[in-house]
């Protein structure tokens, strides 16, 4: 019976730790344009960070440009 009641004393912690780091996120693909006025013509802009925010939406989301 104790090996029972510690078996699932450890499946409920398991599930709690897995739930503790568990995040909802909604995500979608942004197309957009990106210049630069003093870069040279064939600049690489993959990995440069941008901030972008939505009309209705508070905090700023920092994306990486592919």
């Not at 979608?28 to 990995?47: E, N, R």
Request: aromatic share 10%; charged share 15%.
């Amino acid at each position: 019976m104790a090996n029972h009641q510690a078996a699932l004393a450890a499946f409920f912690l398991f599930v709690l730790a897995v739930f503790s780091n568990f995040e909802l996120s909604a995500s979608s693909i942004v197309c957009g344009k990106v210049s630069c006025l003093d870069c040279h013509s064939d600049f690489d802009f993959s990995g440069i960070k941008i901030l972008l925010k939505c009309d209705g939406e508070k905090k700023p989301v920092t994306i990486m440009a592919a």
